[in-house]
Structures are given as C-alpha cells and as structure tokens.
Nanobody, 118 residues
Framework: VQLQASGGGLVQAGGSPRLSCGAS????????MGWYRQAPGRFRELVAS???????NYADSVKGRFTISRDNVKNTMYLQMNSLRPEDTAVYYC?????????????WGQGTEVTVSS
C-alpha cells in the first residue's frame, strides 16, 4: 500500500493550489483520511480530515479557506487551499486509515512541501 501526495510548490500569498493524495495497492476499504502539516520547528498538526461518508473536520486556522474532499472510486483525497498565507508554509502529509490484505492500519504519504511567499 502506498500513499502518494502531490501538488505542493512555491505559491504566492493569496494563491489557491490543490493537493492530491492517491492511495494504491491491495486496498479493501478506506476509512478516515486526513491532511496534516509540519512547519519548521513545530509539531505536526491536523489540517483537515474526512470520513468515508464525507463528514469533514478542519483546524480553526484553515476553516473557510481550505476544503478537503475525496473520491472513493479513485481512492484519492484532495485539499483545495485558498487565500494562502505565509504561515501556511509547511510540509503537508496525507494519511489514511485503511484495510489492506486483511489488516487495518494507518498509512502516511511522503509529504509535499508548500512554501507561501509574501
């Protein structure tokens, strides 16, 4: 099983990039999925999460600016980021609670870096 995150890069403040996270492998089902971020010198924090049924949850710092979504057919999750601020600069990681080969576990993607310039 592999989670592959993409879509990061250098973005100007106010920009609107979209991150993607695709899950591949012998996956039976995917439960909750989420985006986390880790800025230099800080702990990893939850940005947003989405259940298999589509219920979403957001960190207060991104509410109203970021939108998480998922495509259960493609096993892919997205994070639409709007009105980016310099403080959104971080490495963004995706994770998923999924069942594969008879086992349930938490899997992490490799991270995609987002740098917001002012």
């Amino acid at each position: 099983v592999q989670l592959q995150a993409s879509g990061g890069g250098l973005v100007q403040a106010g920009g609107s990039p979209r991150l993607s996270c695709g899950a591949s492998g012998s996956i039976f089902s995917i439960n909750d999925m989420g985006w986390y971020r880790q800025a230099p010198g800080r702990f990893r924090e939850l940005v947003a999460s989405v259940t298999s049924g589509g219920t979403t949850n957001y960190a207060d710092s991104v509410k109203g600016r970021f939108t998480i979504s998922r495509d259960n057919v493609k096993n892919t999750m997205y994070l639409q980021m709007n009105s980016l601020r310099p403080e959104d600069t971080a490495v963004y990681y995706c994770n998923a609670d999924l069942v594969a080969s008879g086992w349930e576990g938490i899997y992490w993607g490799q991270g995609t870096e987002v740098t917001v310039s002012s």
